[in-house]
């Protein structure tokens, strides 16, 4: 899938590759065993959810959706091309998409109402999971959502962050800072866990309820890679 987000960025000429790489093993991870979707039957009601908060990283989505069969790879590479239903930002035009994303800090109260839906009214046994990017948790309304679910009880949920401090003009809040975010979400009343270390670190005993932790992607000796912005051309 890697290889994948950046084949479409480079098709397209823009989009955000390493926003999509750095959750790359993410969707591997889920989509190998932990993601019960019938691709083939997307409107199943018994189907996981998987919203992607962060839905500025939809190489990765439409990745995951190739990968699946959903998608093939002539219309992989339409990405944000005029009239493609792979535009910048995932929208429920290509299945199984819940919701368009793109505006940060919604795609995690969105998975709330999704998780209450089948859990209080629907009942249904499916899970919901949502990718957030460590930029939007800078978002309140992130923070209410956290506090709903616990609340609510909402164990169907599953909030994955993925953490590589790379802002859109700067380094995120608390860059590499793990224990920034997992604390707060502990407060709450969450069981975080910790997936991975920093670069150049220690790992800590203190556990997000699965993060990934990786750089975005390779980068030259000469420059950090808080100096790569998201959304800034690579090629």
């Not at 992607?52 to 190489?59: D, R």
């Not at 991975?196 to 990786?214: D, E, F, H």
Request: hydrophobic share 35%.
């Amino acid at each position: 899938m890697p290889e994948s987000d950046f084949r479409a960025s480079a098709v397209a000429g823009s989009g955000h590759p390493t926003s999509s790489m750095s959750a790359a093993d993410i969707i591997a991870v889920l989509l190998d065993g932990y993601l019960t979707v019938d691709f083939q039957r997307p409107d199943d009601p018994r189907n996981d959810h998987l919203i992607f908060s962060k839905g500025h990283a939809s190489p990765l989505y439409y990745a995951m959706l190739k990968a699946a069969g959903s998608i093939t790879d002539g219309e992989f590479l339409t990405y944000r091309t005029f009239g493609s239903r792979l535009e910048g930002h995932p929208t429920p035009r290509i299945p199984p998409t819940d919701v368009a994303t793109g505006s940060l800090g919604q795609g995690l109260p969105i998975g709330v109402g999704v998780a209450l839906t089948g859990k209080k009214l629907d009942q249904l046994p499916y899970r919901v999971g949502v990718l957030c990017g460590d930029s939007e948790m800078a978002e309140g309304s992130m923070w209410e959502a956290f506090q709903y679910v616990a609340w609510a009880h909402l164990d169907n949920l599953t909030a994955i962050v993925d953490v590589n401090r790379l802002g859109q003009t700067r380094q995120t809040m608390f860059g590499w800072d793990l224990d920034g975010y997992a604390t707060p979400t502990r407060a709450f009343g969450w069981h975080p866990i910790i997936v991975g270390t920093p670069p150049a670190s220690t790992p800590k005993p203190s556990p997000l309820r699965r993060g990934n932790y990786s750089v975005s992607s390779p980068l030259p000796p000469h420059r950090d890679p808080a100096d790569y912005w998201a959304g800034e051309p690579r090629w």
